[in-house]
């Protein structure tokens, strides 16, 4: 027997000129030594190649600025095997300290957040998650640690680790925090008011009501018992407490759409009866020609006094804000759904941006060249009480030609 080497290899392998078996009676030659060598070769050059890969992706893991740990699903409490430098960086411990332990320590007392349910849940069913967790580093200080956790699988499709990629989110976390603070804040201020608004209105309520009584009281006194200066006092007296006693009723009426208690006494009437009632003021003042169209005989089972107010309102936009346009179109119409109340005028119109906030509570739509009164309450209220019925409430409007207030309420 001779010994040979290839010339590949470092492998000494044995030569004989005679042949030798196999197991399965085949005849093994001496050049299958040659192969054997040249397969072992191979397989070196490839274990230094996988080594080769493995410091790569390590120096890669090292080279990334999030944190990234992966743990050994296979044990028991699902210990850390790997972490980057990042993750030493973002937590002050070195791996010496975390591997082998579960990454729950970073948790310190606060075990019962909700992200770390959802993380055992994820275990459980070997699924991806995302979870938000205040985390502690290994001097104490706290830090908020975003997570993106993924199973790894070997090929028959069992999860045998864990993949946590972390993400320092601290400074988002504390803006949240302090943007839900302030919106609190925000709200127990609004809340404030609300509740100021409702008492004061209650607590006008009362000597408003006293003093319109004496004023009432004064107008039946017989003409000739006071002067006209008097009696054009008591005039101007009249309206100035009747615009009171709208503002304190507005007031009270926001005050019951925001807490959802507005009561509606509904009965079934005639359109063009509320429509004609509720006009009656703005047609005696002879400054303005209110014109109706369509059905006037259409009838709903609505709150009359309320939509009263509703299409009050309305005609008083028109008024307010197109005073050039003396002419105000009130049309009736309907599908099988709905009944639908237009309030048209042609005055100069309202600009679009305007448009989304004109339902908005205390919002005041002023022009450049009218300056209204009031507290901004009178479409706040109108689309409250229309929603309220179950209806619509709508504005379409175009400079130089006008606007369009509309509101709908059911049939059935």
């Not at 010339?7 to 005849?27: N, S």
């Not at 410091?55 to 850390?80: E, K, M, R, Y």
């Not at 607590?203 to 004496?214: F, I, N, Q």
Request: glycine share 8%; with cysteine; proline share 2%.
């Amino acid at each position: 027997m001779m010994t040979m080497m290839s010339a590949d290899a470092k492998h000494i392998l044995p030569y004989c000129k005679c042949p030798v078996f196999c197991l399965r009676g085949c005849v093994f030659h001496s050049w299958h030594y040659s192969c054997i060598a040249m397969a072992m070769t191979t397989r070196d050059n490839l274990t230094n190649q996988f080594t080769g890969q493995g410091q790569l992706i390590h120096a890669a893991f090292d080279a990334a600025f999030n944190g990234i740990i992966i743990i050994d699903h296979q044990q028991p409490n699902d210990p850390i095997i790997y972490c980057n430098k990042a993750f030493e960086q973002l937590t002050g411990y070195d791996r010496g300290d975390v591997l082998g332990k579960n990454c729950r320590f970073l948790q310190g007392d606060q075990r019962l957040q909700e992200g770390r349910f959802e993380i055992q849940e994820a275990l459980l069913n070997n699924s991806h998650c995302v979870v938000e967790l205040l985390n502690y580093r290994k001097d104490g200080s706290e830090f908020w640690n975003e997570i993106y956790i993924s199973p790894i699988k070997n090929e028959w499709g069992v999860t045998t680790h864990y993949v946590g990629i972390q993400n320092d989110i601290s400074d988002r976390k504390l803006n949240e925090i302090k943007l839900k603070s302030e919106a609190g804040q925000f709200k127990n201020l609004q809340q404030q008011k609300n509740d100021f608004i409702s008492a004061a209105s209650h607590e006008l309520k009362t000597p408003v009501t006293s003093l319109k009584a004496s004023l009432q009281l004064l107008n039946k006194v017989d003409d000739a018992q006071h002067t006209t200066k008097v009696s054009a006092l008591i005039t101007q007296a009249n309206k100035s407490i009747g615009k009171v006693a709208n503002l304190i009723e507005e007031l009270l009426v926001s005050d019951q759409l925001l807490e959802g208690s507005l009561e509606l006494r509904k009965t079934k009437f005639a359109l063009g009866k509320l429509i004609s009632a509720c006009c009656s003021g703005t047609r005696l003042e002879g400054k303005y020609k209110i014109v109706l169209h369509g059905d006037e005989d259409l009838e709903v089972f609505a709150d009359f006094e309320r939509m009263d107010q509703v299409v009050l309102n309305m005609v008083n936009n028109a008024v307010k804000y197109a005073a050039g346009s003396k002419t105000i179109n009130i049309h009736i119409s309907s599908t099988a759904q709905v009944a639908k109340v237009t309030v048209s005028d042609r005055g100069e119109g309202i600009p679009a941006e305007r448009l989304p906030f004109l339902f908005d509570r205390f919002y005041k739509g002023q022009t450049d060249d009218v300056q209204t009164s009031g507290l901004g309450l009178g479409l706040y209220i109108s689309a409250g009480i229309v929603k309220r019925h179950g209806g619509d409430i709508g504005v379409e409007s175009e400079l130089g030609k006008g606007s369009s207030f509309w509101f709908t309420l059911p049939l059935k």
